[in-house]
């Protein structure tokens, strides 16, 4: 049989609180790092469960667009382009690119895999709010 989440089903996860700093954890070769990017040793070992925790490792940065926003998007949109809209706040742009058809969850697999730490969430409603406002 299988598990799976029906329509009216709540899902709750608990991840430990990530407050601790590594001193230079980029420097390491990640045996116990996940990433969507073939950048850390652990890609290679595969099948490997990960202890997840709340942590950014680091400070947020720069959108840098390698691909990993269209691996993830299960919609047929310009990811890049429309996340960048959103973060300048060119709503229309954004509006072109279909921002009017998506809710913040749309965006969250964006968010987990986004080496610039944003929160596209709350980034889309910011926007929405905007449109709705301006008319």
Known sequence: AYAYLGRYHLQLSCLKEGDQREFLHYLRAGVEKHSLLNVFVSRLLGGKRFAFTTSTNGSPRAMVPVGNYEAVMPLDILPTQLLRYLIVGDTEMAQKLGALELDEEDLALCS????????????????????EQEG
């Not at 944003?118 to 709010?129: H, S, V």
């Open 112 to 131: 987990y895999v986004c080496a610039g730490k944003y929160e596209y969430g709350p980034i889309l409603r910011d926007n929405l709010a905007r449109i």
